[in-house]
């Protein structure tokens, strides 16, 4: 199976600030990604696929990049609605792994 | 507008057994590949299964293979997820999820999810 390895696993930032998290992929999935972002106590919502094409409905403010084993998803500055958790998932293959995530909170 | 509802959760011994569904509505069902999704508390996200738009193609974590099964029922937009010899690592919010273009893509939209505890 492919492992996705989430990083940072927190991350601790100001409204307005540019945040960046990273995805690893064990081994290359093209641009097959996707990211979703997670209230607490609702399902996850989808922000980016194929790596950098952007969700409909989604802020501009937030991007995607990357390709083979190497991702990020940017938040070009940090909203008061952005703080949750953001999770990474390969669909390379039918076993579509998630990242462990990355909880976004308020410094 | 496309909507996933899932029921069937509960409290449960260890070694018992359950069955969640799962009710489409809003797109054509029998077009879609459908998927399990868990979420143990205070945890991450885990794929649990996938079924394609036809059976014909049935994928398991290894977590659960050989305890769960998942089926389809396309002539009434619904989803299942058999679940066995449950344990106490599988206690977590289990969502029904939809392939968002048919086969092999990211998943869009999930349903509200249904919380499975196992306890004695």
């Known amino acids: 199976d492919i492992q996705m390895t989430q990083s940072p696993s927190t991350l601790s930032a100001s409204v307005g600030d540019r945040v960046t998290i990273t995805c690893r992929a064990s081994?290359?999935?093209?641009?097959?990604l996707a990211w979703y972002q997670q209230k607490p106590g609702k399902a996850p919502k989808v922000l980016i696929y194929?790596?950098?094409s952007l969700e409909s409905g989604v802020p501009s403010r937030f991007s995607g990049s990357g390709s083979g084993t190497e991702f990020t998803l940017t938040i070009s500055s940090l909203q008061p609605d952005d703080f949750a958790t953001y999770y990474c998932?390969?669909?390379?293959?039918?076993?579509?792994?998630f990242g462990q995530g990355t909880k976004v909170e308020i410094k | 507008e496309v909507h996933l509802v899932e029921s069937g959760g509960g409290l449960v011994k260890p070694g018992g057994s359950l069955r969640l569904s799962c009710a489409a509505s809003?797109?054509?069902?029998?077009?879609?590949?459908m998927i399990w999704v868990r979420q143990a508390p205070g945890k991450g996200l885990e794929w649990v299964s996938s079924?394609?738009?036809?059976?014909?193609?049935?994928y398991y974590a290894d977590s659960v293979k050989g305890r769960f099964t998942i089926s389809r029922d396309n002539a009434k937009n619904s989803l299942y997820l058999q679940m066995s010899s449950l344990r106490a690592e599988d206690t977590a919010v289990y969502y029904c999820?939809?392939?968002?273009?048919?086969?092999?893509?990211?998943?869009?939209?999930w349903g509200q999810g249904t919380l499975v505890t196992v306890s004695s």
């Open positions: 999820a939809r392939d968002s273009k048919g086969a092999l893509n990211w998943f869009d939209p």
């Open positions: 809003g797109f054509t069902f029998s077009s879609f590949t």
């Open positions: 079924i394609t738009r036809d059976d014909s193609y049935i």
């Open positions: 081994q290359s999935i093209s641009t097959w």
């Open positions: 194929d790596a950098s």
């Open positions: 998932q390969q669909y390379n293959t039918y076993s579509r792994t």
